[in-house]
């Protein structure tokens, strides 16, 4: 079965550029989380939505993040002006319910380098 | 900020050894998960322990959960080198949705 996807799995930007992370949940997923994981740390949390609406976004690092799932499925993040310190793993993970107990699936995460 | 640290922070042992991997918690939690992460590929659930639990087994790993002294351990037994990876405790909090907590990671190395 499908498993959490993101696109694209590399990508390189000058600073300054704008940039647009995508996850595919695995279908019929209610809740989905993304994740930032900078160089020999763990993931930590950004944002959380469940179904279209984005209950969480307190661990989004500036005003220069923005993240959406406008139907409830397929989720963008959005990077702004990119600056060097950026530069990490994006993952993005989705579970059935959301609930305390949940499974958190992992997708392959999206590896950002600002130069 | 992260919530949990990992110890040690690399392992390396050989093959049919045991790794026992250390995290320690500051808040009270839901549940304390433990993920695997392979260079290159995503994370990768391996057990949940739950606040009210002490242990917990999953095939060749071992869990315990000390809510007393906010600690908690993995073992894996009979090591192999598939197991080479990054191994990262997770720790659920008490909110009706969980947004996970993770530590630094131990980084284990299982030598043929």
């Known amino acids: 079965g499908a498993g959490v996807s993101q696109s694209p799995r590399y990508k390189v930007a000058k600073r300054g550029q704008d940039v647009a992370l995508r996850c595919d949940p695995i279908?019929?997923?209610?809740?989905l989380f993304w994740y930032q994981q900078a160089l020999g740390q763990g993931p930590e949390f950004l944002t959380y939505?469940?179904?279209?609406?984005?209950?969480?976004k307190s661990g989004l690092p500036s005003d220069r993040f923005f993240a959406e799932r406008p139907e409830g499925s397929v989720s963008t993040l959005k990077i702004q002006r990119t600056q060097q310190e950026d530069s990490a793993v994006y993952l993005c993970?989705?579970?059935?319910?959301?609930?305390?107990?949940?499974?958190?699936?992992f997708g392959p995460g999206t590896r950002l380098t600002v130069l | 900020s992260q919530q949990g640290e990992e110890d040690p922070q690399a392992l390396s042992i050989q093959e049919g050894e045991n790794a026992t991997m250390n995290c320690s918690y500051k808040?009270?939690?839901?549940?304390l998960q433990w993920y695997r992460q392979n260079s290159g590929r995503g994370l990768v659930h391996l057990i949940l322990?739950?606040?009210?639990?002490r242990e917990k087994h999953s095939g060749r790993l071992r869990v315990t959960l000390d809510t007393s002294k906010k600690s908690s351990s993995l073992l894996i037994t009979a090591s192999r080198a598939a197991d080479t990876a990054s191994y990262f405790c997770?720790?659920?909090?008490?909110?009706?949705?969980?947004?996970?907590?993770f530590g630094k990671g131990t980084m284990l190395l299982v030598s043929p």
């Open positions: 808040t009270s939690i839901n549940n």
């Open positions: 279908s019929g997923h209610v809740s």
């Open positions: 993970a989705s579970s059935l319910a959301g609930g305390g107990s949940d499974t958190q699936y």
């Open positions: 322990i739950r606040s009210n639990e």
């Open positions: 939505f469940q179904n279209e609406a984005q209950l969480d």
């Open positions: 997770a720790t659920g909090g008490n909110s009706g949705y969980s947004t996970l907590t």
